[in-house]
């Protein structure tokens, strides 16, 4: 396991993911990568430890910018992604819901595929992902 920040994680993930060429595609990429960061900020942070909830806090008194995706690692980032797709956090715009269950979901299996959270500890949150997935699917479709 490569012992990286949320931060770390994710400039490497959405660079990975430079393959969408199309503009729109582009921006929409990045609206969706915009949210996810103020949903770890503002909204993750509640299903943290108390111990890490802590330390946060800590680092928000030394002014840190955005203090979960410089303290908090991939195993965090991992657990924080089934609540990025539930209802109340899905993003209004048809084709940005899609882009957004997409990325979370390429993101999950990417974290354990690059081997940056260990498999049997984190495996549970990867299956809660796909079903958050799949559930957010069914309601984009409706």
């Known amino acids: ?74 195993r965090e980032l991992l657990h924080a992604l089934p609540d990025f797709l539930g209802a109340s956090q899905l993003l209004p715009d048809f084709h940005d819901r899609l882009a957004q269950i997409s990325v979370a979901s390429r993101l999950a299996q990417w974290l354990c595929s690059r081997r940056l959270v260990q498999r049997e500890d984190s495996w549970g949150d990867v299956v809660l992902t796909r079903a958050a997935a799949e559930q957010a699917r069914r309601s984009v479709a409706l």
């Open 1 to 74: 396991m490569d012992p990286v920040n949320a931060e770390t994680v994710l400039r490497r993930f959405f660079a990975c993911s430079g393959h969408v060429r199309h503009p729109e595609s582009l921006l929409r990429y990045e609206r969706v990568q915009c949210h996810l960061r103020d949903y770890l900020e503002h909204v993750a942070v509640a299903r943290l430890s108390t111990a890490d909830r802590e330390l946060l806090e800590l680092e928000r008194q030394f002014g840190t910018a955005e203090p979960y995706v410089q303290v908090m690692g991939a």
